[in-house]
């Protein structure tokens, strides 16, 4: 019986239940969100393991692939790529750039992901669609 709670006791101590804001902060770098809930996907995560210098340097740090629009530089069309095929954006069907701490709420970028400096620590967020926040916790 002794050998038995020894051995669920081994077993249980290796189980660990973080809550998303604590695995944001055991990112080193810069923790990415991608949405792609609109494109009959869910929400896909990775995280930077050093200070990226852009939000388009995070997207590619963290593994995700992205294209430009053709012959409208700067403007995402696929992240991973979807949507496929690639069209000029719209109001209802674009790439939206977001920010957050983690655990807080998302922020809507005002600069563009080639410009923006995100920090370590942070959560930087993508979503197809509108223009709305992605759907997961930052």
């Known amino acids: 019986m002794r050998r038995m709670l020894a051995v669920l006791a081994l077993v249980a101590s290796t189980f660990v239940v973080t ?10 770098g810069v923790k990415v969100v991608v949405d792609f809930a609109a494109l009959g996907g869910g929400v896909q995560t990775g995280c930077t393991t050093t200070d990226p210098a852009t939000g388009l340097q995070a997207l590619t740090d963290a593994s995700f692939t992205y294209s430009f629009v053709p012959r409208q530089p700067g403007f995402v069309c696929r992240i991973n790529l979807l949507p496929n095929p690639c069209t000029a954006p719209t109001t209802s069907a674009y790439w939206s750039y977001w920010h957050a701490a983690p655990g807080g709420t998302w922020t809507y970028s005002t600069s563009g992901a080639g410009s923006y400096n995100p920090a370590p620590g942070t959560v930087e967020g993508w979503a197809f669609g509108a223009g709305v926040a992605p759907a997961a916790t930052p």
Request: hydrophobic letters at 50%.
């Open 19 to 28: 809550s998303p804001a604590a695995s944001a902060a055991q990112c080193a």
